[in-house]
Nanobody, 112 residues
Framework: QVQLVESGGGLVQAGGSLRLSCVVS????????LGWFRQAPGKEREFVAF???????LYADSVQGRFTISRDNAKNTVYLQMNSLKPEDTAVYYC??????WGQGTQVTISS
């Protein structure tokens, strides 16, 4: 059974940085599309970033240039480095394996 566990969320001031981690178990990630989504209170879950095994990455316009998705296949882990954080980045962040399996989410709160 595939399981994803996120960590690294927290409370930071605007302009700060956080790095989220997502450990995947039950499947080697080397050939898996992996991504991050987020859901703010009262809003629908939205796409943040996606990474393919080819090295291609895709970002939402709202995070382009500030967020970086990366993976460590040896650790079966995908990361989301978030810089220049804004209050509107406040949300629960979820990692996903090919949008079939999802983690439980980690809360990110940015204070102004």
């Amino acid at each position: 059974q595939v399981q994803l566990v996120e960590s690294g969320g927290g409370l930071v001031q605007a302009g700060g940085s956080l790095r989220l981690s997502c450990v995947v178990s039950g499947r080697a990630i080397s050939s898996s599309p992996l991504g991050w989504f987020r859901q703010a209170p009262g809003k629908e879950r939205e796409f943040v970033a996606f990474s393919w095994s080819t090295g291609t990455a895709l970002y939402a316009d709202s995070v382009q240039g500030r967020f970086t998705i990366s993976r460590d296949n040896a650790k079966n882990t995908v990361y989301l480095q978030m810089n220049s954080l804004k209050p509107e980045d406040t949300a629960v962040y979820y990692c996903t394996e090919d949008r079939r399996y999802w983690g439980q989410g980690t809360q990110v709160t940015i204070s102004s």
